[in-house]
């Protein structure tokens, strides 16, 4: 079981405090590591931070040797009922260049009202005392992260990071994802309203547009993510642009698709035109936000790409 705040010992609590500055050094040379190629500015400063944690951690180390002599108590975070939980790191980093900022300056102040609160709380002189060492010290590294912050990302900087963060976000997650919804929301067209017009039976239609949807899905899905690797061009893992292309493209089907389980084919058929007409207008909104597309243009092209595979699958189903 965690043992409480107030039963540890001296020697455990400064034993938590250099891993502690050991787990938050490892983390700032993780983020420095991941940035270094795309945010070089903030990567200097992370590994700036992570000097002074080895620093921190190295006065530590040596006021135990001196109290208590070389052997370090095996003790974490987790065995200490309360005690700072971190979000998981792969999770911050995949989260982007402000996510790790954030998370820096969260750290140092949650290592500072920690050692606060426990100080307060301490009955002991000698550990009220110690306690009151470190808020000071995690404090100061709060101090030094805006510092570094200032020092090394200037607002200038940090509209360019922001820029450039945008483009990652748009070349690995809305264009394939854009490229997926046109695909599943206008090559699904022809074989939903053929097979609408054709049988003018609802459910028939919603079963051929629920497989022309899953399967247009599943070969974008593949096609998207065999396309390249993304090592060169900077386009993300290819499972998860594939993934994304993929479930992007069954959405893009499935949303003029549902409609046809309403029983009456005419109420069915005029929610699916109009349901289209959403969707065209959506992409076309998608292409002006991201893609610098005149809004007019995108929806001039999604119009008339659209109109005419609906045409070609009345008139098949018409035949």
């Known amino acids: 079981m965690a043992k409480a705040f107030k039963d540890l010992t001296e020697q455990e609590i400064l034993a938590l405090a250099i891993g502690q500055e050991e787990d938050d050094g490892k983390i700032y040379g993780e983020f420095a590591h991941n940035l270094a190629k795309t945010y070089p500015a903030t990567a200097k400063m992370f590994t700036q931070m992570q000097a002074e944690e080895a620093e921190h951690r190295h006065k530590l180390f040596e006021l135990h040797r001196e109290k208590f002599g070389q052997h370090i108590p095996l003790i974490k975070r987790d065995d200490v009922k309360g005690f700072i939980k971190r979000r998981s790191l792969w999770l911050v980093m995949k989260s982007g260049v402000n996510a790790m900022r954030r998370q ?62 945008r483009r990652l976000f748009v070349l690995q997650i809305v264009q394939p994802g854009l490229v997926g919804l046109i695909d599943g929301s206008i090559s699904t067209l022809a074989p939903v309203f053929a097979a609408a ?16 949807s899953v399967g247009a899905g599943i070969s974008m899905a593949f096609a998207e993510s065999q396309s390249d690797d993304g090592s060169l061009t900077g386009r993300g893992h290819p499972v998860a642009r594939g993934a994304v292309c993929g479930l992007m493209t069954t ?46 243009q995108a929806a001039f092209t999604g119009v008339v790409g659209g109109l005419v595979v609906f045409l070609v699958g009345v008139i098949i189903g018409s035949a």
């Not at 102040?109 to 009220?128: G, H, P, V, W």
């Not at 805006?146 to 900087?157: G, K, M, R």
């Not at 009456?264 to 002006?288: G, P, T």
């Open 104 to 165: 820096a300056e969260i750290m140092e102040l949650e290592n500072t009202r920690y050692y606060e609160k426990a100080a307060a709380r301490a009955t002991d002189a000698a550990i009220r005392q110690l306690l009151v060492d470190l808020a000071e010290a995690e404090r100061k590294h709060a101090t030094t992260a805006e510092t570094l912050e200032a020092e090394h990302v200037p607002e200038s900087i940090k509209r360019e990071e922001e820029a450039a963060e």
């Open 197 to 212: 017009v054709a049988t003018q039976d609802s459910f028939k239609a919603f079963l051929v547009g629920l497989a022309a």
């Open 251 to 296: 959405a893009g089907g499935i949303g003029h698709t549902l409609p046809f389980l309403i029983p009456d084919f005419h109420v069915a058929m005029m929610i699916a035109i109009i349901v289209v007409i959403i969707e065209l207008c959506a992409i076309s909104y998608i292409r002006q936000r991201y893609m610098d597309t005149p809004f007019l």
